[in-house]
């Protein structure tokens, strides 16, 4: 299969794909005897998983990596297992950060109700997020 129809297949650009290639992430095609590029189904499946791996936040090195566990023959799936339970401790960090952010914005929210715009001094810049330190609603108790 040319570039174009392996780009098509799989809704990965022509330019990606010769990214892939350049970077290791997909392994290097055939040549036709006209210098084209000749992907085999086997470079399908690998760009469906490089898709998949990214879809569950596996970057472009860490795919990679996995690629060269299976170019030397090791299965890679205790790796795979490893980089997924790293992914899955920093996406919870970051939705543990995110809702504390959320709280403090709805309390910000919620204290602007209050407040009235005259009160608002030029040296406060806007007197709806101070600029001392607010307690987050988990921390009022």
Known sequence: MRIGEVAKM???SSKTLRFYE???VLSSPGR??????NYSKVAVDQINFIKASQAVGLS??????IMVYRQREVVPC???LELL???SREYQDKIDELTKARS???LLVN???DLDVKDCQPGDICHIIPQHELSSPDQEE
């Open 10 to 12: 799989t809704g990965v």
């Open 78 to 80: 205790q790796h795979v």
């Open 60 to 65: 472009l090195r860490e795919i990679r990596d």
């Open 85 to 87: 339970q790293q992914r």
């Open 32 to 37: 036709t005897p006209e210098g084209y590029r």
């Open 104 to 106: 403090l914005i709805d």
């Open 111 to 113: 204290r602007a109700r």
């Open 22 to 24: 350049e970077i290791g």
